[in-house]
C-alpha cells in the first residue's frame, strides 16, 4: 500500500542532543513537508521542499535542519539549538501545491 | 492578524443536529481551500477541499467559500458521536505553495 512512513512513533531527546526524524513515503510525490503541533494548537510549517536536492526554511525553522537526497525520503534533524522540542511532528506530501496533503502518523518528541 | 482564523471552540452540537464550522483568512488572492479533520493523538485528514466561490457537498459534509468575503465553513449534516474531533482549516495562499493551517476547532458531538 501506498503512503508515508513516520519512524519512531515516540522519541525522547537528552539535552544538547541532536535527533533525528525518518519519513519516507512511497507515493511518488514530489513535494514534502514538516509540520509542528504543539498541544491544541494548529500545524506551523518548518520545512519544505518541493524537489530533490532543494528545500525552503518554513515558519519555524530555527533549530532544525533537512535534507532531501531522495525523492522518497525527507529526513529532519532537531538540533541542540531547538530549546522547545517537545511537540508531535508530522511529515506530509502532495503531488502538488494545490493537491491534498497525505500524511504520515506523526513522531511525538519529548525532552528528557 | 493571523493569516488563517478559526474559533477554538469547543462547538458542542446533539446528536443528528448541524454543525457549522467557520475560517476567515487574510490574503484575498488565496486560491486553495482546504478541511482537515484531527482525531486526538492523530494525523490530519482530508475531509474536504473547495477551489470556487460557493458550495461543494460531499455526503454529509459541505464546504462554502466566500471569497468576497474571506471566510471558508463547513457544515456536517446530521452530527454523529464519531464526528467529534478538531478540524483544522488550510489555505494556500496566492504566489506560493505553502498550506496554512489555522489552529482548529474542537467538535463535540454528544448523544
Known amino acids: 500500500d501506498g503512503g508515508i512512513t513516520q519512524s519512531p512513533k515516540y522519541l525522547f531527546r537528552k539535552e544538547g542532543q541532536n535527533v533525528t526524524l525518518s519519513c519516507e513515503q512511497n507515493l511518488n510525490h514530489d513535494a514534502m513537508y514538516w509540520y509542528r503541533q504543539d498541544p491544541g494548537q494548529g500545524l506551523r510549517l518548518i520545512y519544505y521542499s518541493q524537489i530533490v536536492n532543494d528545500f525552503q526554511k518554513g515558519d519555524i525553522a530555527e533549530g532544525y535542519s533537512v535534507s532531501r537526497e531522495k525523492k522518497e525520503s525527507f529526513p529532519l534533524t532537531v538540533t541542540s539549538a531547538q530549546k522547545n522540542p517537545t511537540a508531535f511532528y508530522l511529515c506530509?506530501?502532495?503531488?502538488?501545491?494545490?493537491?491534498?496533503?497525505?500524511f504520515g502518523s506523526g513522531t511525538q518528541l519529548s525532552v528528557l | 492578524q493571523k493569516e488563517v482564523e478559526q474559533n477554538s471552540g469547543p462547538l458542542s452540537v446533539p446528536e443528528g443536529a448541524i454543525a457549522s464550522l467557520n475560517c476567515t483568512y487574510s490574503?484575498?488572492?488565496?486560491?486553495?481551500f482546504f478541511w482537515y479533520r484531527q482525531y486526538s493523538g492523530k494525523s490530519p485528514e482530508l475531509i474536504m477541499f473547495?477551489?470556487?466561490?460557493g458550495d461543494k457537498e460531499d455526503g454529509r459534509f459541505t464546504a462554502q467559500l466566500n471569497k468576497a468575503s474571506q471566510y471558508v465553513s463547513l457544515l456536517i449534516r446530521d452530527s454523529q458521536p464519531s464526528d467529534s474531533a478538531t478540524y483544522l482549516c488550510a489555505v494556500i495562499g496566492r504566489g506560493t505553495d505553502k498550506l496554512i493551517f489555522g489552529t482548529g476547532t474542537r467538535l463535540q458531538v454528544f448523544p
Open positions: 490574503d484575498r488572492g488565496s486560491q486553495s
Open positions: 506530509a506530501s502532495t503531488q502538488g501545491p494545490t493537491e491534498k496533503l497525505f
Open positions: 473547495i477551489y470556487s466561490n
